[in-house]
């Protein structure tokens, strides 16, 4: 805490305040405009009663002359009314100039989160100020869309949260409503309870990884894409076994840097999503290469038909092909989001689509 804050130099402090940006300009012009006119003016009367002493040269002691006291009040009262002028045409210029920015100033104070669709529409030339605006309405844009975003996630986080838990709370009140319950159908009901609340678990870990992904990089690291994909593919060995669904990859050396546990969430949700979105007798396929200096992963895999205007919607948090929201076994719709946010935070660039004969290929390329 600073010492003076509250003695006498904090006061004079305090009490100091920046001029007005009005207040500024108007200084600005008038002294600008002062700086020649005054100095002319005086340089006028100066020359006038040289003329007039010369004039007089012979006299012991020149009497008063009316006609240059004249002169000098005239340009004393030139000069007065010259700066009162120049000061109030300058207040005015400076007004007009700063009337688009009070208005800009207005509308960005009536702008909130619940109106963030109104935006400034300055117009006129394409000037700096025009830009500004411009620059302005885009950023509302921006931060209308992620309310949006926000709202949208929130009330999709609530529903999926939600429904385990109603479910748990359902099986728990039916077990105990029983007046006949025996011990197995008593330990079925634990069972069940609790493989809810391991949903609720992996879900809650889900959005966590999600908000790392979207927080950014603390971290970066030099690694290759290689390791993290070989441990992954051993890990879900079994659960493709399992699927009848063929594991192959083509591994060239990939280095990047970033950070290890976030690339390890967006493969392991590219393997995830591969596999939970597949079909019996399908194929997985992972590719690393570089080109130009920059590493490239790319998985495929078959599955359903997806269509184009269907593949931006995957990559939203809780979205799924079709129009089912509830949950399933295989996840919360949070996998493909987790992949987006991780690339992004990389500055990986992204590319995904369909199939001919369906499911999906992935490519994200690591600058």
């Given at each position: ?223 290759d894409l290689v390791d993290v994909i070989k441990a992954e593919m051993q890990s879900h ?131």
């Amino acid at each position: 805490m600073d010492p003076t804050a509250t003695g006498p130099a904090g006061r004079v402090r305090r009490h100091l305040r920046r001029p007005s940006l009005r207040t500024q300009l108007t200084t600005l012009y008038a002294g600008m405009v002062l700086a020649v006119v005054v100095p002319m003016l005086l340089l006028a009367g100066f020359l006038f009663g040289r003329d007039q002493i010369r004039l007089r040269a012979g006299d012991a002691v020149p009497p008063p002359d009316p006609a240059t006291q004249q002169v000098d009040a005239a340009l004393a009262i030139t000069a007065f009314i010259v700066v009162v002028l120049t000061v109030l045409t300058a207040w005015w210029l400076a007004g007009r100039f700063l009337r688009p920015l009070r208005a800009m100033t207005v509308t960005a104070q009536e702008i909130s989160a619940t109106n963030l669709n109104r935006r400034l529409g300055l117009r006129g030339p394409d000037d700096e100020l025009t830009k500004l605006g411009r620059t302005l309405d885009d950023l509302f844009e921006r931060l209308d869309s992620a309310f949006a975003a926000q709202r949208h996630f929130v009330a999709n986080a609530s529903h999926e949260l939600r429904t385990p838990l109603a479910g748990q709370r359902a099986v728990l009140q039916v077990a105990l409503a029983d007046p006949e319950a025996s011990t197995a159908s008593l330990r079925a009901a634990c069972e069940e309870a609790l493989g809810l609340g391991e949903r609720q678990e992996r879900l809650i870990a889900a959005l966590l990884t999600l908000a790392e992904g979207q927080k950014g990089i603390e971290h970066r690291e030099v690694f290759d894409l290689v390791d993290v994909i070989k441990a992954e593919m051993q890990s879900h060995h079994a659960e493709a076994t399992r699927r009848t669904i063929t594991l192959q990859a083509s591994l060239d050396p990939a280095p990047i840097s970033g950070d290890p546990d976030l690339i390890t969430s967006m493969i392991r949700n590219l393997v995830d999503n591969a596999l939970h979105h597949n079909v019996p007798d399908g194929h997985l396929t992972i590719t690393t290469e570089r080109i130009n200096g920059c590493a490239r992963l790319s998985v495929a895999n078959t599955g359903p038909t997806i269509r184009s205007q269907d593949l931006r919607r995957l990559f939203q948090p809780f979205q799924r092909l079709g129009t089912q929201r509830t949950h399933t076994a295989d996840g919360h719709g949070l996998g493909l989001a987790i992949v987006q946010a991780v690339a992004d935070a990389h500055g990986a660039q992204l590319t995904a689509r369909p199939r001919p004969g369906g499911g999906l290929d992935v490519t994200i390329l690591f600058g």
